[in-house]
């Protein structure tokens, strides 16, 4: 390979960077179409959040099928295939007469399509990257905070030039453009076409079409599988309240709908700092670490958000959530890499997620009925930071990857 040649991996990295930045701008968008889903249809706050829970849901329970089948087909596929699927249900969506049909379009649509494409196009990164599997896996996983720092606010001003039909409308085009896109540039582990991870030189006797490590069925067999399993699945049920109720939480302060957007904005850039910052600290502080500090930084931030009355507060919360945020999504497919090595990463991985499903289902909808009957979010949002707190207790207890490797390859 020639040195002046860029190496393949960085073209992947790009891929699932567009991939992930396509799916969650829609997905995260959400907030901007809140107030005008409830006042178009009539609904209550637990029923508009319900419309982004089916989504979340979704797309992280069929993170499993979706790794299952790109450990065998490759990721390309599935990642064409489910930005096309986001396309069609915003389609669907801006065509709604009832709440129901915004249920089947983006709850449905965006929920399966980003389902299908995130876990492929996050596990194919790790399996270019082994020295540097951290920095890559960061960079891949910002498009989410760039996503997110998009979305919502490009949603908005669409929103007031144009109403909420045609912006699905306009987003559902852009969509279809990212899913061209990445799909160009994703493509299957390095051994598939003679390469090596991180642009190493292929080993003389040929790369290994079959990378190392252990099956699904072998990592489902493991305590650190289900430790960071149940530690996920706990953070989850604060973990995307904020996306969905932090802006009307900001209107009934009185501090107006666009601040409330402008917090979404802000999630998405400590979002996006957040994967590049934490994501750099594990060098030093080794993942596992890295990673158990990401649960008791969005706890404690979620104890600050239940008692912020101010715009000060909430513009810190958002920032400092949205790093913790981020560092949890860019370290988690890493750490799981680390644990398990390539072997069948994509079906570890949505497996993995598939219990964050779980608490983004519950979570925001929980939240929104708590509001409808209390009138107040601070139960739920203090519920979400004690179960942030156990996963952090849990994920200390876990051993070092190295060191639980090294156990494995003594034990008898």
């Given at each position: 390979?020639?040195?002046?040649?860029?190496?393949?991996?960085?073209?992947?990295?790009?891929?699932?960077?567009?991939?992930?930045?396509?799916?969650?701008?829609?997905?995260?968008?959400?907030?901007?179409?809140?107030?005008?889903?409830?006042?178009?249809?009539?609904?209550?706050?637990?029923?508009?959040?319900?419309?982004?829970?089916?989504?979340?849901?979704?797309?992280?329970?069929?993170?499993?099928?979706?790794?299952?089948?790109?450990?065998?087909?490759?990721?390309?596929?599935?990642?064409?295939?489910?930005?096309?699927?986001?396309?069609?249900?915003?389609?669907?969506?801006?065509?709604?007469?009832?709440?129901?049909?915004?249920?089947?379009?983006?709850?449905?649509?965006?929920?399966?399509g980003v389902g299908l494409s995130y876990v492929p196009s996050i596990a194919?990164?790790?399996?270019?990257?082994?020295?540097?599997?951290?920095?890559?896996?960061?960079?891949?996983?910002?498009?989410?905070?760039?996503?997110?720092l998009i979305g919502a606010p490009l949603a908005h001003a669409l929103i007031?030039?144009?109403?909420?039909?045609?912006?699905?409308?306009?987003?559902?085009?852009?969509?279809?453009?990212?899913?061209?896109?990445?799909?160009?540039?994703?493509?299957?582990?390095?051994?598939?076409?003679?390469?090596?991870?991180?642009?190493?030189?292929?080993?003389?006797?040929?790369?290994?079409?079959?990378?190392?490590?252990?099956?699904?069925?072998?990592?489902?067999?493991?305590?650190?599988?289900?430790?960071?399993?149940?530690?996920?699945?706990?953070?989850?049920?604060?973990?995307?309240?904020?996306?969905?109720?932090?802006?009307?939480?900001?209107?009934?302060?009185?501090?107006?709908?666009?601040?409330?957007?402008?917090?979404?904005?802000?999630?998405?850039?400590?979002?996006t700092v957040g994967r590049f910052l934490f994501a750099s600290i594990t060098?030093?502080?080794?993942?596992?670490?890295?990673?158990?500090?990401?649960?008791?930084?969005?706890?404690?931030?979620?104890?600050?958000?239940?008692?912020?009355?101010?715009?000060?507060?909430?513009?810190?919360?958002?920032?400092?959530?949205?790093?913790?945020?981020?560092?949890?999504?860019?370290?988690?497919?890493?750490?799981?890499?680390?644990?398990?090595?390539?072997?069948?990463?994509?079906?570890?991985?949505?497996?993995?997620?598939?219990?964050?499903?779980?608490?983004?289902?519950?979570?925001?909808?929980?939240?929104?009925?708590?509001?409808?009957?209390?009138?107040?979010?601070?139960?739920?949002?203090?519920?979400?930071?004690?179960?942030?707190?156990?996963?952090?207790?849990?994920?200390?207890?876990?051993?070092?990857?190295?060191?639980?490797?090294?156990?494995?390859?003594?034990?008898?």
């Amino acid at each position: 390979m020639s040195s002046t040649r860029p190496f393949a991996g960085w073209w992947v990295v790009a891929g699932a960077f567009l991939c992930m930045m396509t799916g969650y701008a829609v997905a995260y968008s959400f907030a901007a179409f809140f107030g005008a889903l409830e006042t178009e249809f009539g609904a209550r706050r637990g029923e508009t959040a319900l419309v982004f829970s089916i989504a979340a849901f979704l797309y992280f329970q069929l993170g499993f099928p979706a790794g299952l089948i790109a450990d065998r087909t490759g990721p390309r596929p599935l990642v064409v295939g489910g930005l096309l699927l986001v396309a069609a249900g915003l389609l669907i969506a801006s065509q709604a007469t009832d709440l129901w049909q915004i249920y089947l379009g983006y709850g449905l649509g965006v929920g399966i399509g980003v389902g299908l494409s995130y876990v492929p196009s996050i596990a194919a990164v790790q399996r270019w990257f082994v020295r540097r599997r951290g920095t890559a896996s960061g960079i891949a996983v910002a498009g989410i905070g760039v996503g997110t720092l998009i979305g919502a606010p490009l949603a908005h001003a669409l929103i007031a030039a144009l109403g909420w039909r045609q912006t699905y409308l306009v987003l559902a085009a852009l969509t279809v453009v990212g899913a061209v896109v990445s799909g160009l540039l994703v493509r299957s582990a390095p051994e598939h076409y003679g390469l090596a991870p991180d642009g190493d030189a292929p080993s003389p006797g040929g790369a290994s079409t079959i990378p190392a490590g252990l099956t699904l069925g072998g990592a489902m067999r493991t305590a650190p599988f289900w430790t960071i399993y149940i530690g996920a699945l706990l953070m989850s049920f604060g973990l995307f309240v904020p996306f969905v109720h932090l802006a009307p939480y900001a209107k009934d302060l009185e501090l107006g709908e666009g601040f409330g957007v402008l917090l979404i904005v802000l999630l998405g850039v400590g979002s996006t700092v957040g994967r590049f910052l934490f994501a750099s600290i594990t060098n030093w502080l080794g993942r596992r670490l890295s990673f158990a500090l990401m649960y008791i930084g969005a706890g404690l931030m979620l104890v600050m958000w239940s008692i912020s009355t101010s715009g000060p507060a909430l513009v810190v919360f958002a920032l400092v959530f949205g790093a913790f945020y981020g560092g949890f999504v860019a370290i988690a497919p890493s750490l799981a890499a680390d644990y398990f090595g390539g072997r069948a990463l994509g079906s570890i991985i949505g497996a993995l997620y598939s219990g964050v499903a779980f608490g983004a289902l519950l979570g925001a909808p929980v939240a929104g009925y708590a509001y409808d009957f209390f009138g107040s979010y601070a139960g739920a949002i203090l519920a979400g930071a004690a179960l942030c707190l156990v996963s952090f207790a849990i994920t200390v207890a876990m051993p070092e990857p190295a060191r639980w490797l090294a156990a494995r390859k003594s034990s008898p």
